[in-house]
């Protein structure tokens, strides 16, 4: 069986295809980033999350990675916000797609308490967007420079985004595989509820059968729907649950652009007859031109094989990465250890309030911390279920007295988490200095375990 | 294709035995949901009806008499009007702690808040505003020089006795427009009162019952984020920072609420009491009914029990203090300190366990669920 997958695989990535799905993709991508980041901007967030924080959580090994203060931020955008464009219509394509990906991506790495799986989509998808020629076929590119069009690609030019879209739905199936999900239909036994007040439906999302048949279909819909996309036989009926599903999902929950975004990528799926209509219909918007002899897409041998180097390497990882948290013990989604970048959506109803305590060791004289002196309302209510960013708060807590005079000052984090409506218990062993705690990649043994 | 599929459920089932094997132990506390529909347009029906717009009533009424009792004191200040006034303000200033944690919709728009009850009050502002006879209330440096907090100091902070206070506002050097600014600070608190009760009454009222979501800027999100954070007003700003908990032990006794006239412990109580009566809903459908249809737990037994029993604990530890709270402080801060300590602890319960069960969005911005 492996050798026809894998000569399978062969085949569809290196034969040659229709450049028009490319073409479709750069399109969506870029016209739902544009809508993405003028929501942000118009929602204050680039302020409230960016600019107002005096501290910022960044990730580990990114603390270079610091805000630019005010006016730096809003070029930021400025520069997504141009780079989105230039993306959707082709225009100076490379350039444009590297700096939408170098830019969100910065963004993303100034403060983990704004992370979201999509943010880590959105970084994903545009990196893999630098290495296709998706600007050569229905471009300004094409326009000015006629002899870039090409009708004809690679099969990998289009498949890694197929190929990304099935982890990434996989992924979110194979982690609903839980106890909590499956047998205890949580958390959605506490968020369908909440939306009682909703129309029509508002009524039977107080039933416990709901939840639970919410939950089995997520996960089926998750494990399966990249695979039934694949096939031709069922990939409409497929695209339809993949508008409901995600639309369904829009509605009840505050998850923001994402289920659009699903919709607008998962459209890559459709065949290259599908693609080239849509081209057409888009041609028919806009004045004719001249059409020049079409050409294949053709890379140099060793530009192709240091992009298959990378995207072999790429997805590796990919796969690996949501199967980090088994290098670590306890509950996962207690530790939260090996948690991120693994495609874990909506998995939990997590909460919790922590006390800071700051000691000076000479005098044994302690202080509570406010919290909200130092942090938004965001930073301090993510951080809070976030055994590293509680870390990260200690120690930013511990230069902050130093500051103030206290030589080697003891801080430690009294924090009580409730999980999927378990009842808040102690998060964090509260005697441990967590000023004199590094960071690692390895177990954090001051997190309490789970069950005690 | 078919392949696929294969090879993606044998995956599947692998991976269900890795995850099921070492997370399931944590399913066995999760709460059963009952399936009942709680009625939240209900609780907020009765909230409003029973509670918030009788608060306002009560409060406007207050402040109404609070200024009328300052008219009558500038016409003629006395010892029998100066009591009068202390009086309508201890009253108002009680009322007040019923109706602070409504900080939404009307109060919101005008900040009733901190225009209200920004203490400590800022003498030397206040001082310099008599001495200079000016006074903006639009000012933000007035903050603290405005509201109860500088009412307190005017009434009961200005001398040592009531003889001594009385002759501020007759032969003491800028009586008149201490008296000036009395009435302006009594009159601010009695327009607000009016222009927040009147919305109530008028259109409000059907606004805040019919967003019966639980997203941020629903009616039980604005509830329930003002009742935690006014708990928590409570318990660092009326307590925690006086006695020195977040200063290295070093304690501000100068800092309660209520600190010239000496009614920082009764404020309290009544604080505490008045966000106990919001989450039980008075006798109506509240908070508890809310939690026990959603049969939250905590401890081994029901989040409701839980927190109507700290209700109690904090209490209790707070009957061991007495006014003025200030002495206390200074006299025997162990007993505050630990009053604190038990206050902590509802915090918790309120700001994680409530919200938590309910599946109340306490912050804006997109989330994904973690």
């Known amino acids: 069986m492996l050798n026809t997958i894998t000569t399978k695989l062969n085949t569809s990535f290196k034969v040659s295809k229709h450049i028009a799905p490319l073409a479709v993709l750069r399109i969506a991508f870029g016209s739902i980033m544009l809508v993405s980041v003028v929501r942000f901007i118009l929602r204050g967030w680039v302020s409230a999350f960016y600019i ?352 103030k005079g206290i030589k080697n000052p003891v801080v430690t984090a009294e924090s009580y988490v409730t999980l999927n409506g378990s009842g808040s218990r102690l998060f964090i062993d509260s005697t441990v200095n967590l000023a004199t705690e590094q960071e690692t990649f390895g177990h954090k043994k001051w997190i309490r375990p789970f069950n005690n | ?125 206040i001082n310099s505003n008599i001495t200079t006879s000016t006074y903006n209330s639009g000012l933000l440096a007035n903050l603290a020089a405005k509201g109860f907090p500088a009412l307190d100091y005017l009434l009961f902070g200005t001398g040592a006795d009531n003889n001594a206070i009385l002759v501020q506002y007759t032969t003491g050097a800028n009586a008149a427009y201490r008296k000036t600014y009395l009435a302006a600070l009594s009159a601010e608190l009695k327009t607000n009162a009016t222009t927040v009760l009147s919305a109530w009454t008028s259109a409000y009222k059907t606004t805040f019952v019919n967003a019966d979501g639980t997203d941020v800027s629903s009616s039980v999100g604005y509830l329930t984020n003002q009742l935690v954070f006014d708990y928590e007003i409570l318990k660092n700003y009326e307590i925690g920072i006086p006695a020195g908990v977040q200063s290295m032990g070093t304690t501000f006794p100068q800092k309660v609420q209520g600190f010239y006239s000496g009614i920082s412990l009764q404020l309290l109580n009544q604080h505490l009491a008045a966000l106990k009566n919001i989450y039980t809903g008075a006798s109506g459908l509240g908070f508890d009914d809310y939690l026990i249809s959603a049969n939250a737990k905590y401890s081994g037994g029901s989040l409701n029990d839980g927190i109507i029993a700290q209700f109690a604990a904090a209490s209790a530890k707070l009957q061991n203090l007495t006014d003025p709270l200030s002495a206390n402080i200074q006299s025997n801060n162990t007993a505050v300190v630990a009053a604190y300590t038990e206050l902590q602890k509802l915090t918790v319960l309120l700001k994680t366990d409530m919200t938590s069960s309910l599946g109340i969005l306490i912050t804006y911005g997109d989330n994904d669920g973690d």
């Open chain 1, 52 to 403: 107002k924080p005096k501290f910022h959580f960044t990730f580990y090994g990114f603390d270079w990675v610091k805000a630019p203060g005010a006016a730096g931020m809003y070029l930021l955008f400025a520069l997504l916000i141009i780079a989105a464009i230039l993306v959707t219509i082709g225009l100076f394509y490379r350039v444009a797609i590297i700096a939408f990906f170098l830019c969100f991506t910065y963004v993303e790495l100034l403060d983990k308490t704004t992370y979201l799986n999509h943010y880590y989509f959105i970084s994903v998808t545009a990196f893999l967007m630098i290495w296709v020629p998706a600007h050569r076929y229905f471009s300004v590119d094409v326009l000015l420079r006629p002899k870039l069009l090409v009708n004809r690609i690679p099969g990998w030019a289009i498949n890694i985004f197929k190929l990304q879209l099935i982890l990434v739905y996989f992924f979110a199936g194979v982690s609903k595989l839980n106890y909590d999900w499956l047998i205890a239909a949580m958390p959605l036994k506490i968020w369908l509820p909440a939306n009682s007040q909703l129309p029509i439906i508002g009524g039977l999302l107080t039933q416990t059968w709901v939840a639970y048949a919410f939950s089995w279909f997520g996960a089926i819909f998750d494990l399966f729907i990249g695979f039934l996309l694949l096939d031709k036989r069922y990939r409409k009926p497929a695209y339809v649950m993949v508008i409901i599903f995600h639309l369904a999902t829009a509605w009840l929950f505050k998850i923001g652009m994402f289920p659009y975004i699903m919709i607008f990528v998962t459209v890559i799926f459709f065949s290259e007859r599908t693609h080239i209509k849509i081209i057409n219909f888009f041609k028919l918007l806009l004045p004719r031109t001249a059409s020049h002899a079409p050409a294949q897409y053709r890379l140099p041998q060793f530009k192709a094989n240091f992009i298959y180097g990378l995207l072999v390497l790429h997805f590796a990882v990919q796969v690996v990465m949501p199967f980090r948290f088994l290098l670590y013990p306890g509950k996962l989604y207690w530790t939260e250890e090996g948690y991120r970048f693994s495609w874990r959506v909506m998995l939990m109803e997590k909460g919790g309030t922590v006390f800071f305590h700051v000691k000076d060791p000479k005098t044994g004289q302690k202080s509570e911390v406010i919290n909200s002196q130092y942090l938004t309302d965001f930073q301090e209510t993510q951080m809070s279920t976030q055994p590293d960013m509680i870390l990260q708060f200690a120690h930013f807590l511990a230069a902050e007295y130093e500051k």
């Open chain 2, 1 to 125: 294709m078919r392949k696929f599929i294969y090879l993606a459920v044998i995956a599947a089932s692998a991976l269900i035995l890795i995850q099921s094997c070492s997370k399931s132990s944590g399913g066995g506390t999760t709460p059963t949901n009952t399936g009942t529909t709680f009625d939240r347009k209900g609780m907020l029906t009765n909230i409003s009806t029973n509670i918030i717009i009788p608060a306002y009533t009560a409060y406007q009424a207050n402040t109404t008499t609070l200024d009328a009792a300052v008219t009558a004191f500038n016409a003629n200040p006395s010892l029998t009007t100066l009591t009068a006034v202390q009086a309508a303000f201890k009253a108002a200033y009680l009322q007040w702690q019923s109706t602070s944690t409504f900080e939404f919709g009307p109060a919101a728009q005008i900040e009733l808040r901190v225009n209200t009850n920004t203490y400590p009050a800022d003498i030397n502002q």
